[in-house]
């Protein structure tokens, strides 16, 4: 798969992408969206009220069943999306940094690895 990385944006964007984007990235928004494929978040419905909570619990969930850690090796086995969006979550420093946060596990000096994409249908993939 030959990407951005998240660091470009679209060249030429549409009318209709330059109304409707966002102006400051959440990259939380890439664990609630799904494609009904195996390696995505399970698919969810979101309350306004709720969003900032449910965000986190989407993220805080899909990393916990995506992540492993082999500590005598210093190495985390994560999600493709990480690798795919790189610069959504701010490069290496920033994934790091989500993993902290969201599975209390200090990584500054371990290698990352991403998990191979299984993009085999799960659409009953709900919580």
């Not at 805080?60 to 082999?70: I, R, V």
Request: with cysteine; net charge neutral; glycine share 6%.
């Amino acid at each position: 798969m030959q990407d951005s990385l998240g660091l470009f944006a679209k060249i030429f964007p549409s009318k209709f992408n330059k109304s409707n984007a966002v102006n400051d990235l959440d990259y939380r928004i890439h664990f609630a969206l799904n494609c009904g494929a195996k390696s995505c978040p399970p698919i969810a419905f979101y309350n306004a009220a709720a969003i900032h909570a449910q965000l986190d619990l989407a993220t805080q969930s899909f990393l916990e069943g995506e992540s492993d850690f082999n500590d005598e090796g210093k190495v985390i086995y994560t999600t493709a999306l990480f690798k795919w969006f790189y610069y959504d979550f701010g490069g290496s420093k920033g994934i790091r940094r989500i993993i902290a946060e969201q599975l209390k596990k200090d990584v500054p000096n371990y290698t990352i690895k991403y998990k191979k994409y299984s993009w085999d249908e799960d659409l009953a993939n709900f919580v």
